[in-house]
């Protein structure tokens, strides 16, 4: 059944429609000519609602915001480009301190556990970092060091890749694909060649705590390296990590690898992607499709799907007694529905709702039974404007 | 004469005999009471009680109260796992409840929180 469930994804990977323009292996726009002085760019978004996750035992049900907004700039200098990036969210202020409520989400600390069943909260600063770009002949160096940043792994993070934007909720597949986006202290490095994209980067492997406010800054103790592939519209790239001690209650080291491929463009955006976690618990693997439709200018049509290996029965590190996790394979299918109801200069608003099921393992039924999961929300999307004090496109 | 104190000894013994039985019927201890059911309740705050005392063959429940999950099981510490008969409860997801398996001997046995390594979520059941 599992097999079928991964079968189906890759399917749905191949038939999706390929009409579309640019989602770069790290999110951002492809490189365009920078005029002199500095070029400002924001954009963000704010969703506020109702999230219930009916379950077997007691509901989960919150009122709460995922938000995140970010501010960059960037100015020619020494032949080259410098850019100045920030990211924030007000999640540590607008959700619970455990995070919202997701059956099945794993990943991060909460009182000294393992989170489970919740999504937590993202730090305030979620970005804070410096990058310099220099064409050279036929390829382009590029070196960037962050307060917080995102080293060379995965697929650009949910809430920038244009295949996800729109979903509140985020992947179950969140801490085997792109958790690392929000990583204190990052040096990375690199070069383009053409399509091509190589890179390597240094970081403190540790996931954040859970003081939410302050900047976890610690050795650079772990490695990754990304090669990625863009053409036109199309993305692709595999990378892989070295992580010291990821985790704060598991003194082991653990290894990332993740592939992704997806279109972005015209009506439709999308993403396949694998990633395995290698813990010393054991393999752990997610598959995931997404996709996201702008049926018309303001009907947004949204879907995801993914089948991701759990360690929920036995979680955690317990001094002096290894022994391997159990694994659970969660299926679980995503589709909702957002509508722009008013758009301006000021940004635009939108209502939408979305519904998730479930395809629980054997090993699970008897605590979960069949979940549902629902969210009803408002959404504002700040305008990405981009441009100088004096001029703004 | 003798026959006459025959008569009246039996008689009161008779008497005494039937207030006795009356009694007993009367007496709180002659039917066997409802056992309480032999509860632990999870909270953030811990586990509650701490230690409890059962019979010999009893089951104890865990209740998770708690907002997040827990995972309970014998011994003091994973590594030293014991009293196997608590880890029939395993993992509770919110709001879950399960059974251990019934004790068969009398023994003190202690138990830990697999999923939250808490002092707050060890605690001790007496069986007797």
Known sequence: MIRDWRFVILVLAALAPCDIAAQTATGQPAPTPVPAGWQWTTDGRVFFGFNYQLRKFTDFSAWESQNWITASGERPIARGTLRLASMFSFEPFTMRDIGSPQVFQTGEMFRGAPIIDYQHPHDLVMGLGAEYRRPLRRVTLRAGVDLVGTPTLGPPVFMHRPSAAEIPPAPLSHHHLDSSHITPGVVRGGLEAGAWRFEGSWFRGREPDSNRTDLDLGALDSAAVRVSWIRGAWSAQISGAYLKEPEAVTPFDAKKLTASIGRTGGRLAWLAAFGQKREVHGNLEAYLFEATLHATVGDIVYTRIESVAKDILDVGFHRGAFHRHRQSQIGALTVGYLRDVWRGRGGSFGIGADVTGYLVPANLEESYGSPVSFHVFARYRLPAKSGSASHVH | ?128
């Open chain 2, 1 to 128: 004469m003798m026959s006459h104190r025959l008569l009246l000894t039996t008689l009161i013994s008779a008497g005494l005999t039937l207030l006795a039985g009356c009694g007993a019927a009367s007496s709180p201890t002659a039917p066997s009471a409802p056992a309480v059911p032999a509860i632990i309740t999870i909270t953030s705050s811990g586990v509650s009680p701490k230690e409890l005392t059962i019979a010999i063959g009893d089951r104890v429940t865990f209740v998770n109260d708690d907002v997040i999950q827990h995972d309970i099981a014998g011994g003091p510490d994973p590594a030293h796992p014991d009293c196997r008969e608590i880890d029939a409860v395993g993992f509770l997801t919110r709001g879950q409840r399960r059974a251990t398996a019934p004790f068969p001997v009398a023994r003190t046995c202690e138990y830990h929180d697999h999923s939250v390594p808490l002092a707050t979520m060890n605690g001790t059941i007496i069986i007797r």
